[in-house]
T-cell receptor, first 110, second 112 residues
Framework: GENVEQHPSTLSVQEGDSAVIKCTYS??????FPWYKQELGKRPQLIID?????GEKKDQRIAVTLNKTAKHFSLHITETQPEDSAVYFC?????????FGSGTRLSIRP | DADVTQTPRNRITKTGKRIMLECSQT?????MYWYRQDPGLGLQLIYY???????NKGEISDGYSVSRQAQAKFSLSLESAIPNQTALYFC???????????FGEGSRLTVL
């Protein structure tokens, strides 16, 4: 079955700097790659997603890139702000079976 | 607001007891999921369902069972709870063709 690996497990960046989180997946038939943000004590919420026919997608300070050949996808957050502190999860989906990575705890230093 | 509701929100039980976690949704979504969250392990898929007659095992279904009683209700059962099933459990819903999941607030289960 699908396996999603996510790195790093923790990430600390200076406010205003960029943060990058990387994921790899094993099943080449996966065709949908969402990213979720989970604030402390809250439920995960979708922040951005990308489908396998697209290489990059941006939404304000957040972007996601997908390399289907290498089975890699990444989340990029620019100009980080204190409210970006949270746990981020990548996921890969095939036929609506959605498998998550192990999460990255992002901390923003003032 | 249409939402995903989980009950109970917190439960403490003893080893060997049967426990049921319930999930109901008013979003009108056809897909429903149960995930387990442990620190450092992310969200692990237990079971998922596309409709009342279509239930599928996820990554970690051993020791769990589910019931899709209606389009809007999806229950997770632990027939004989054990301490390593202590975790935060999330129900989620989704709509065919969109991919996005909508999570409930979670049910924290402690097995002593």
């Amino acid at each position: 079955g699908e396996n999603v690996e996510q790195h790093p497990s923790t990430l600390s960046v200076q406010e205003g700097d960029s943060a990058v989180i990387k994921c790899t997946y094993s099943d080449s038939a996966s065709n949908y790659f969402p990213w979720y943000k989970q604030e402390l004590g809250k439920r995960p919420q979708l922040i951005i997603d990308i489908r396998s026919n697209v290489g990059e997608k941006k939404d304000q300070r957040i972007a996601v890139t997908l390399n289907k050949t290498a089975k890699h996808f990444s989340l990029h957050i620019t100009e980080t702000q204190p409210e970006d502190s949270a746990v981020y999860f990548c996921a890969a989906s095939k036929a609506s079976k959605i498998i998550f990575g192990s999460g990255t705890r992002l901390s923003i230093r003032p | 607001d249409a939402d995903v509701t989980q009950t109970p929100r917190n439960r403490i039980t003893k080893t060997g007891k049967r426990i049921m976690l319930e999930c109901s949704q008013t979003k009108g979504h056809d897909r429903m999921y149960w995930y387990r969250q442990d620190p450092g392990l992310g969200l692990q898929l237990i079971y998922y369902s596309f409709d009342v007659k279509d239930i599928n095992k996820g990554e970690i279904s051993d020791g769990y069972s589910v019931s899709r009683q209606a389009q809007a209700k999806f229950s997770l059962s632990l027939e004989s709870a054990i301490p390593n099933q202590t975790a935060l459990y999330f129900c989620a819903t989704g709509l065919a063709g969109t991919g996005e999941l909508f999570f409930g607030e979670g049910s924290r289960l402690t097995v002593l």
